[in-house]
């Protein structure tokens, strides 16, 4: 979203991302990394949140729960009615004009790439989400490069990479005791303006940061042969090869939810005799309920035809539609499964079949 930047590297010192940090919250509606119940997740951070980020030890974290929920919210209200039949569409669906007045802070590449995914389903050429586009235009964001990808990363795999732009208003990548602050849109320029701790980076700097972004990128453990699975994908939907896949899968969604590119989602009225609201919540292709017809016939009867569904839709559908594969290697399933299936193991299964 928006035009390039001018693509002009800069650097600021290492200490001074507190005092950037605090120059957003002057001007913009900060979202960041922060601990809630004992759960890492964008959201509202104050002066003394972000001020923390210039201390080495606490520039941010990824985030357990994705990005995505900063832009498609996992409950929402779309519009409240009366008895009446008078409707009220939430505040949401009026996208600003152009105007920038959040910033999602301390994002990892790997999340930023995913609204690019996200942008083809909710701000396709056919279909615009009005709720979706308006946080997208109202919202900057601000990527670190990762320097130690982890132990469930897989972005090289899926055409991403630990200094990925793709997403991204502006990147800092780390070079030596300095940030390389790298502008990449209008929108990132735009964020710069007024703070007065960054200058032109010299050759040592641009030298520091090549080397950090190489060293990055040998530290990403898997190569996952995720090519071959996409192609061997076009004719597996009946192999049986995914009764053996899914045996352990549990059904219990923790996947879906906290993938970035994943948006399935079901939209409900709650009323009562005088009004009510229309409400969009996340859903998930894993549970047996999101297929189910009205008739009682379900044409995702097991697990096994759900679990499919997943691994088609991100690894053979959405690369039909869209020309992408819907996963950005970030490794949050992975991570978080309760039986440890992994979804690298998977694609390495379907590119041996
Ligand atoms: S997190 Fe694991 S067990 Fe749960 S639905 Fe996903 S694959 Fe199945
Ligand atoms: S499928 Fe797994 S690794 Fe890929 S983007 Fe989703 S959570 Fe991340």
């Not at 606490?58 to 009446?84: I, N």
């Not at 802070?105 to 909710?122: E, N, Q, Y």
């Not at 597996?236 to 994943?262: I, N």
């Not at 995702?300 to 819907?326: C, D, L, W």
């Amino acid at each position: 979203m928006g035009e390039r930047g001018s693509g002009k590297a800069l650097v600021m010192a290492k200490r001074d991302l507190g005092a950037f940090a605090r120059h957003l919250a002057a001007s913009y509606l900060v979202l960041a990394p922060i601990v809630e119940g004992g759960v890492t997740r964008f959201a509202v951070a104050g002066v003394d949140d972000i001020g923390g980020f210039g201390d080495r030890e606490s520039v941010p974290a990824p985030s357990k729960r994705p990005l995505k929920e900063v832009f498609f919210p996992q409950e929402e209200v779309l519009l409240a009615f009366d008895a009446g039949g008078k409707v009220e569409v939430a505040a949401g669906a009026a996208a600003p004009a152009d105007e920038v007045t959040r910033v999602a802070f301390g994002v990892r590449p790997c999340d930023a790439r995913s609204l690019t995914l996200l942008d083809l389903v909710f701000d396709a050429a056919d279909y615009k989400d009005p709720y979706y586009v308006g946080r997208r235009q109202g919202t900057a964001v601000v990527t670190f490069a990762c320097t130690e990808p982890g132990v469930a990363c897989f972005c090289t795999s899926v055409g991403g990479g630990p200094s990925d732009e793709a997403g991204s208003d502006l990147m800092l990548v780390e070079a030596g005791e300095s940030y390389l602050v790298k502008p990449l849109s209008a929108r990132g320029e735009g964020l710069l303006r007024g703070f007065d701790a960054v200058r032109e980076a010299g050759d040592v700097e641009l030298a520091a940061a090549r080397d950090a972004e190489a060293r990055a990128v040998g530290r990403v453990a898997r190569d996952v042969p995720v090519d071959a699975a996409v192609e061997k994908l076009a004719g597996a939907f009946g192999d049986a090869v995914w009764e053996d896949l899914y045996r352990k899968c549990l059904g219990c969604a923790v996947c879906t939810y906290l993938c970035p590119t994943c948006h399935c989602f079901d939209i409900g009225d709650e009323a009562t005799r005088a009004g009510g609201e229309r409400v969009r919540n996340w859903d998930s292709c894993m549970f047996p309920l999101f297929t189910l017809h009205a008739s009682g016939h379900n044409p995702r009867p097991s697990r096994k035809e759900r679990f499919r569904q997943r691994i088609m839709h991100k690894f053979n559908y959405f690369v039909e539609n869209n020309g992408r594969v819907a996963c950005v290697g970030c490794g949050r399933c992975v991570e978080n499964c309760p039986v440890n299936l992994d979804v690298r193991r998977v694609l390495e299964t379907i590119a041996a079949l």
